[in-house]
C-alpha cells in the first residue's frame, strides 16, 4: 500500500506560530554558525531577538520596509518559512521597475519537508508581493543548500556578499589615506566610473538615477560626519584611483540571530584596477592594498570580519577579493 502523503498547507504566520519560527530559525543560524563562526557567530540572546523580530514583523509594526512571513504547515507542523520585505531603491539608482521584492534568508524548508514546499513558498511569497505591486523578485541565498533551492525556482545569481573573518590590522600602503572634504569631488568621479561598470553588466537593474552624482556627493558629505566609519581614497584630487567606505553591517544582510557588531560591510568600493569587469589592470595591486586598508581600519574598530559586495558578473573585482582570501557567503539572486 502506497505510503500517505500529507498535504502541505501555506498560509500567513500568526502570534501562536513564534514559539515553533524561532527554534527553525535558530537551528537554521545554527548551521550556519558551525560553517562559518568567523562570520555566522549567534547573539546571547539570540532567542529574545528572534521572536521580538517575528512579533514585531507579524504585527505589522514600525515605519520601514513591508515585511511578510509565510509558514509551510503539514499535520500541524511547521516545515518551512518564507520572509519578504518590500526594498526601497538606493537613491542613486532609477528603479524603473518600482521597489523590488525581495525574499530573505529566512526562506527555507526543513530537511523532512515534502518535496516541493520551498516551491510552493516562493510561489506564495511572490504572489504577495506582487499583490502590493512588486514587479522584481529578488532573492538572498545563503549556503549551497539554498541558493540550489532558489535556482530551482527560476532565481539566478546577480550580486555576491564575500567575505573573510579574521581581520588584523597591518601596515597601510602610502598611496591610501582618510578621505577629506577635497575628495568628494574625485570620489563622486570614481563612483560614476562605478556606476557605468555596473549598468553595462545589467542595465534593468543598476540604471543610474538622472540626478546620482547630486545625491552621492550628499551622501559622501553627510558620511564624513558619521563616526561609524571609515572613508579612504587612493591618490590624490580629482584624479583620485580608488575609494572605499567602511561601516558597519546592517540587518538587511544578516538574519537576526547573529551578532553583526563585529562585522562589517564594503559596498561603496571601486578601484581604476577593476574598471575594466573582465580583467585586471597592474595586477591590481592599487585595489588591494585599498582593501587592504579598509580591512586595517575595520581592525582598528575590533570587526573582525568584513563582507564585500560585488556584482556575480564582475570577475576582476572577483578576482581580487579571492585573491585576498574572501569567499561567497551570500548570494542575491533575480527573477
Known amino acids: ?72 504547515e503539514v499535520g500541524g507542523e511547521l516545515v518551512g518559512m518564507a520572509h519578504s520585505l518590500v526594498l526601497p531603491v538606493p537613491p542613486i539608482y532609477a528603479g524603473n521597475w518600482g521597489d523590488p521584492g525581495l525574499l530573505m534568508p529566512e526562506c527555507f524548508v526543513t530537511k523532512t519537508a515534502p518535496e516541493g514546499t520551498m516551491q510552493a513558498l516562493v510561489e506564495a511569497a511572490e504572489a504577495d508581493l506582487r499583490a502590493v505591486g512588486v514587479q522584481l523578485h529578488l532573492a538572498s541565498g545563503i549556503g549551497v543548500r539554498q541558493c540550489a533551492m532558489l535556482e530551482r525556482a527560476g532565481y539566478r545569481p546577480i550580486t555576491l556578499y564575500l567575505a573573510r573573518s579574521g581581520l588584523r590590522a ?62 579612504l581614497v587612493a591618490g590624490e584630487g580629482e584624479a583620485l584611483e580608488g575609494y572605499a567606505i567602511a561601516q558597519p553591517a546592517s540587518r538587511l544582510h544578516f538574519p537576526p540571530a547573529h551578532d553583526i557588531a563585529a562585522t562589517g560591510i564594503l559596498d561603496d568600493f571601486f578601484h581604476r584596477d577593476f574598471a575594466d569587469p573582465v580583467r585586471l589592470s597592474h595586477g591590481g595591486q592599487g585595489a588591494a592594498a585599498l582593501l587592504g586598508a579598509a580591512e586595517t581600519a575595520f581592525a582598528r574598530r575590533g570587526i573582525a570580519a568584513a563582507v564585500v559586495i560585488c556584482p556575480a558578473a564582475w570577475p576582476s573585482k572577483i578576482e581580487t577579493l579571492e585573491a585576498a582570501g574572501y569567499r561567497t557567503a551570500i548570494t542575491w539572486m533575480i527573477k
Not at 538615477?209 to 561609524?228: K, N, V
Open 1 to 72: 500500500m502506497a505510503k500517505e502523503t500529507l498535504a502541505v498547507e501555506i498560509r500567513a504566520a500568526r502570534d501562536a506560530d513564534i514559539p515553533s519560527m524561532t527554534d527553525l530559525l535558530l537551528e537554521d543560524a545554527g548551521e550556519r554558525r558551525a560553517e562559518n563562526p568567523g562570520l555566522w557567530g549567534l547573539a546571547g540572546d539570540a532567542g529574545t531577538r528572534v521572536g521580538a523580530a517575528l512579533a514585531a514583523a507579524i504585527a505589522g509594526e514600525g515605519h520601514g520596509p513591508r515585511h511578510a512571513w509565510l509558514v509551510a
Open 170 to 231: 597591518v601596515p597601510v600602503s602610502g598611496a591610501v589615506r582618510p578621505a577629506g572634504a577635497g575628495d568628494i569631488a574625485g570620489i563622486v568621479a570614481r563612483s560614476a566610473e562605478h556606476r557605468r561598470v555596473i549598468a553595462a553588466l545589467n542595465e534593468r537593474f543598476w540604471a543610474p538615477h538622472q540626478e546620482a552624482d547630486i545625491r552621492f556627493d550628499a551622501w559622501m558629505r553627510r558620511s564624513l560626519t558619521l563616526e561609524d566609519r571609515d572613508m
